[in-house]
């Protein structure tokens, strides 16, 4: 019986022997680092992507995240508002609709 053979070609003794192998070069003894500024300057930009991480974006998300929340609770104080104002409307009109109701059992008289 045949043992199948991996997706990617490495068997577990291919695995095994690379392991052995790279520890044998030892290739990170090797790897310095860049000597010249410019080389320095260039190195210090292989992890930047977008500067997504950056404080500047940070502080930037905090005020949008404070400026959303003003505006939600803005919403809210605002629609809080408008209804007030149409209970106010109501109680008018119910008002209103009892006055000339009893004026017009008082002969046009307002009471």
Do not use: D
Not at 15 to 36: D, E, L, Y
Not at 80 to 97: G, S, T
Request: glycine share 8%.
């Amino acid at each position: 019986m045949t043992t199948p053979k991996p997706k990617n070609g490495w068997t577990e003794r291919r695995k095994k022997q690379q392991a052995c192998a790279i520890r044998r070069w030892q290739p990170w003894r090797q790897s310095t680092g860049p000597k010249s500024e410019k080389g320095k300057a260039e190195s210090r930009m292989n992890a930047y992507k977008h500067g997504g991480y950056s404080a500047a974006r940070q502080i930037i998300n905090l005020g949008l995240a404070y400026h959303r929340a003003f505006l939600k609770h803005a919403a809210l104080y605002i629609a809080a508002q408008e209804e007030e104002e149409r209970q106010r409307e109501r109680a008018y009109k119910r008002k209103m609709k009892r006055t000339i109701g009893k004026a017009s059992k008082n002969n046009g008289e307002v009471l």
